[in-house]
């Protein structure tokens, strides 16, 4: 159980330290954006306005009103849509990069089960690997998918 703590400690302090460097930055980022929403709703809002004003010139008012609403709900289902696109390719950036970290904690895990195992039992472990590499040298199959297995891994 020890081994366990070794390897996944100082996963979790690196994660401590990137969590609190980046709050930081997250917090400007936010203000920033938050500002920048108001003024973009703002200059919207004074585009609808020209927008209803100048078609109340061509159509009679309650015409300039639908046509007006219209846009202005069209333009927040691009909005929403647009949103929705980006936080979903976020997401499945973040799970490839959690999966990867899982794979690479339980590869340790192995390597570290293993090597206990060929310490224990060395002479039984030497004959394994023999058996092993000479199974993958007689067979292009067996080959061909630890060629597979190594360009998955790397990613």
Not at 16 to 26: D, I, P, T, V
């Amino acid at each position: 159980m020890r081994y366990l703590l070794d390897i996944a400690l100082p996963y979790a302090q690196a994660e401590l330290r990137s969590a609190k460097e980046s709050a930081g930055r997250l917090c400007w980022r936010v203000a920033g954006f938050a500002a920048a929403g108001l003024v973009a709703a703002l200059g919207l809002g004074f585009l609808v306005l020209s927008f209803h004003l100048w078609l109340l010139r061509h159509v009679p008012a309650p015409d300039a009103a639908l046509w007006t609403g219209l846009l202005c709900i069209a333009v927040a289902a691009s909005v929403v849509l647009v949103v929705w696109l980006i936080t979903r390719a976020g997401a499945r950036s973040r799970h490839r990069e959690v999966a990867k970290a899982a794979a690479l904690a339980e590869l340790q895990l192995l390597q570290i089960e293993l090597e206990q195992g060929l310490r224990a039992h060395a002479k039984t472990g030497t004959l394994g690997m023999l058996v092993a590499g000479l199974a993958l040298g007689a067979s292009p199959d067996l080959r061909g998918m630890l060629r597979d297995l190594v360009r998955s891994a790397k990613l």
